[in-house]
């Protein structure tokens, strides 16, 4: 029980500490003087760590241990809590933004190694469903908490709430996890792959949240996406020679995993997507205050809840790309329902109904892709493993943010000479449309081509390599 509560705790307070600061971020603008650019550097002085460092974050867990990592990675989330929460100027805030990032990208990735780890199948899938309800509720609840802290006690409680909590899981985590060393597993980093996937992912991710200021075609937006492809071509070369690689690149052959890290982000675009895009049409065009707006997709947490409980059964009882697949298109149902909403539409016969089809799709697909991506890969590469499907997570995130409100705004300045409202909702009402798209190719994908089940003539099912050298060494041992 302590387990799983030190093991979910890890997921809300990234996931709630998004939405909070969201909130939080004009208050902090005008309490600091900061221009609009310099405003958006506390959310990018904590995703560009984040984003860059969970492949490597996740290989230490494999490498060093992941109840060291772990404790470690919480506590620094928690050192990065406390000097955001005192900074007396904005440049120590914004270092503070960014302890939390490298903390995060530490504890998460690990955080799943250990529960896909656990031999127990049952106790796997109800683990990753707890993590997806506390997910959820702090996706939920981070939006409504955010509006009531700031308003009531100020934005530095933001962060100083969230403190004991992380410290706690640190402490947790040093005096629950099982303190055995890894096994079979080099002691060493492979150093140069680190440094590059980490400068590749971090300026990728800057060239996404390039995309809507300065733009995506700027020279600073495009320059920034090249150079990040090339380390990304760098340090596939180098992987392939290195003798403890950070990135074993025979895991993508996985198809469980495969699967999982190319299929999973349309299922988080379609979520991040439709939260930001959600609240944005909520208070702009329906005329939520911020507080309301929060209020509004608070019901969440209650689907999120029930959504876990029901991928668990469908889990076993059905394959899991066929879970995914139609969680999936749940979700761009509750996406296209939106869409069609108008300045007129009310929330309890139109919006609720919406929120909830999409909020139960996307916790059962991600309950699926949680467990799908860890289960085929071995034990000594289940930290890496789940870094990859991180990153691309979280890089679907970004995206899904940066892209749809450029097309929405583009969108709405075609209409701007009209009326504002309408063309507001136009603009967001595309917003929807594309993400229902991206969550239905998603869906199509996986169902045709994730499943490793499926077998071509004479093919075998994909096994780890520890369980195909064991079955190897024990037919050699009745040969001889």
């Given at each position: 029980?302590?387990?799983?509560?030190?093991?979910t705790?890890?997921?809300?307070l990234?996931?709630?500490?998004?939405?909070?600061?969201?909130?939080?971020?004009?208050?902090?603008?005008?309490?600091?003087?900061?221009?609009?650019?310099?405003?958006?550097?506390?959310?990018?002085?904590?995703?560009?760590?984040?984003?860059?460092?969970?492949?490597?974050?996740?290989?230490?867990?494999?490498?060093?241990?992941?109840?060291?990592?772990?404790?470690?990675?919480?506590?620094?989330?928690a050192?990065?809590?406390?000097?955001?929460?005192?900074?007396?100027?904005?440049?120590?805030?914004f270092?503070?933004?960014?302890?939390?990032?490298?903390?995060?990208?530490f504890?998460?990735?690990?955080?799943?190694?250990?529960?896909?780890?656990?031999?127990?199948?049952?106790?796997r899938?109800?683990?990753?469903?707890?993590?997806?309800?506390?997910?959820?509720?702090?996706?939920?609840?981070?939006?409504?908490?955010?509006?009531?802290?700031?308003?009531?006690?100020?934005?530095?409680?933001?962060?100083?709430?969230?403190?004991?909590?992380?410290?706690?899981?640190?402490?947790?985590?040093a005096?629950?996890?099982?303190?055995?060393?890894?096994?079979?597993?080099?002691?060493?980093?492979?150093?140069?792959?680190?440094?590059?996937?980490?400068?590749?992912?971090?300026?990728?991710?800057?060239?996404i949240?390039?995309?809507?200021?300065?733009?995506?075609?700027?020279?600073?937006?495009?320059?920034?996406?090249?150079?990040?492809?090339v380390?990304?071509?760098?340090?596939?070369?180098?992987?392939?020679?290195?003798?403890?690689?950070?990135?074993?690149?025979?895991?993508?052959r996985?198809?469980?995993?495969?699967?999982?890290?190319?299929?999973?982000?349309?299922?988080?675009?379609?979520?991040?997507?439709?939260?930001?895009?959600?609240?944005?049409?909520?208070?702009?065009?329906?005329?939520?205050?911020?507080?309301?707006?929060?209020?509004?997709?608070?019901?969440?947490?209650?689907?999120?809840?029930?959504?876990?409980?029901?991928?668990?059964?469908?889990?076993?009882?059905?394959?899991?790309?066929?879970?995914?697949?139609?969680a999936?298109?749940?979700?761009?149902?509750?996406?296209?329902?939106?869409?069609?909403?108008?300045?007129?539409?009310?929330?309890?016969?139109?919006?609720?109904?919406?929120?909830?089809?999409?909020?139960?799709?996307?916790?059962?697909?991600?309950?699926?892709?949680?467990?799908?991506?860890?289960?085929?890969?071995?034990?000594?590469?289940?930290?890496?493993?789940?870094?990859?499907?991180?990153?691309?997570?979280?890089?679907?995130?970004?995206?899904?943010?940066?892209?749809?409100?450029?097309?929405?705004?583009?969108?709405?300045?075609?209409?701007?000479?009209?009326?504002?409202?309408?063309?507001?909702?136009?603009?967001?009402?595309?917003?929807?449309?594309?993400?229902?798209?991206?969550?239905?190719?998603?869906?199509?994908?996986?169902?045709?081509?994730?499943?490793?089940?499926?077998?071509?003539?004479?093919?075998?099912?994909?096994?780890?390599?520890?369980?195909?050298?064991?079955?190897?060494?024990?037919?050699?041992?009745?040969?001889?």
């Open positions: 029980m302590l387990l799983s509560i030190l093991l705790a890890t997921n809300f990234v996931v709630f500490d998004g939405l909070v600061v969201t909130v939080a971020l004009p208050t902090i603008q005008h309490d600091f003087s900061l221009a609009q650019t310099q405003a958006q550097w506390v959310m990018t002085a904590y995703a560009l760590p984040l984003g860059g460092l969970l492949l490597f974050g996740g290989r230490c867990g494999d490498r060093f241990g992941r109840r060291r990592v772990l404790a470690g990675g919480l506590a620094l989330f050192a990065g809590l406390l000097l955001a929460a005192l900074a007396p100027q904005a440049w120590l805030l270092v503070g933004r960014a302890v939390q990032g490298m903390g995060a990208a504890a998460v990735p690990t955080t799943f190694a250990i529960i896909s780890s656990l031999r127990s199948t049952e106790g899938n109800r683990l990753f469903a707890a993590v997806a309800v506390a997910g959820g509720l702090g996706a939920a609840g981070g939006a409504v908490i955010g509006g009531v802290v700031t308003q009531g006690l100020g934005w530095r409680y933001v962060f100083l709430l969230s403190a004991p909590v992380a410290v706690a899981s640190a402490v947790g985590a005096l629950l996890l099982d303190r055995k060393k890894p096994q079979s597993v080099p002691r060493t980093l492979d150093v140069p792959g680190a440094v590059l996937s980490t400068t590749g992912l971090m300026l990728l991710v800057f060239a949240t390039g995309i809507e200021n300065p733009g995506p075609l700027s020279p600073v937006t495009v320059t920034t996406f090249v150079l990040s492809l380390c990304f071509f760098v340090f596939a070369v180098r992987e392939r020679t290195a003798t403890a690689p950070l990135l074993r690149l025979g895991m993508l996985v198809p469980s995993f495969r699967a999982a890290v190319t299929c999973m982000p349309a299922n988080e675009f379609a979520y991040q997507g439709s939260i930001f895009i959600g609240l944005l049409f909520l208070q702009q065009v329906l005329g939520y205050s911020p507080l309301v707006a929060g209020l509004a997709f608070s019901p969440l947490g209650i689907v999120v809840l029930c959504g876990s409980t029901v991928a668990n059964r469908f889990l076993h009882r059905m394959r899991w790309t066929t879970v995914a697949g139609a999936q298109l749940v979700s761009a149902s509750g996406l296209l329902a939106l869409a069609f909403a108008s300045p007129d539409s009310a929330y309890l016969p139109h919006i609720l109904p919406s929120l909830l089809v999409l909020g139960l799709g996307t916790v059962v697909g991600a309950v699926a892709f949680n467990v799908a991506a860890g289960k085929d890969i071995d034990a000594g590469d289940k930290g890496a493993g789940y870094g990859v499907y991180e990153t691309a997570k979280y890089t679907a995130g970004v995206f899904a943010i940066a892209g749809l409100n450029t097309a929405a705004a583009a969108r709405s300045d075609t209409l701007a000479s009209g009326n504002p409202i309408t063309a507001l909702a136009s603009g967001y009402r595309l917003a929807f449309l594309i993400a229902a798209v991206v969550a239905v190719l998603g869906g199509v994908l996986v169902m045709l081509f994730g499943d490793p089940h499926r077998r071509t003539p004479g093919s075998r099912p994909h096994r780890p390599a520890a369980v195909r050298a064991h079955r190897e060494q024990t037919t050699a041992e009745k040969e001889t």
